[in-house]
């Protein structure tokens, strides 16, 4: 897989990956982390939170899914999808995170979720707005 990995790269210099797409703690291990790394990658991963990590990733976000258990309640960023039914995101914000963000809810209501959104993090200043730019200008 890692030289699955390594061989897709395109860019120059400053090697990244995000481990992403469905539930990446299902697979993920600290063997892999470490051989990707031993090939010059930054390790990222974005996860519901609900399993454990490896403990060598470079980078967490945790993006929490409604009815769960959080597992993982520390890490880079938590990036909550507002807004959601069951979630509330002052619940979150006693969480020991670096950064807090507050992502609209994509969908045919996207436009008055992104000012949802903005409401919120205006009366929250806890919170930063997300937004997937590649939604924005159509790239999917």
Known sequence: ??????STWKGQGNKFVVFTGG???LQLDE???EEVKDHGF??????????????NLDWITVSPKA???LVITQGNEVKVVYPQIGINPHDFQSLNFEHYYIQPMDG??????????IEYCLGNTHWQLSTQVHKRVGIR
Do not use: S
């Open 67 to 69: 009815y769960t258990q």
């Open 42 to 55: 930054t390790t990222a991963v974005e996860t519901n939170g609900t399993r454990q990590l490896p403990d």
């Open 1 to 6: 897989m890692v030289n699955k990995i390594n």
């Open 31 to 33: 063997a892999l982390v």
């Open 23 to 25: 539930e990446p703690a």
């Open 108 to 117: 045919f209501m996207r436009l008055n979720n992104t000012n949802k959104a």
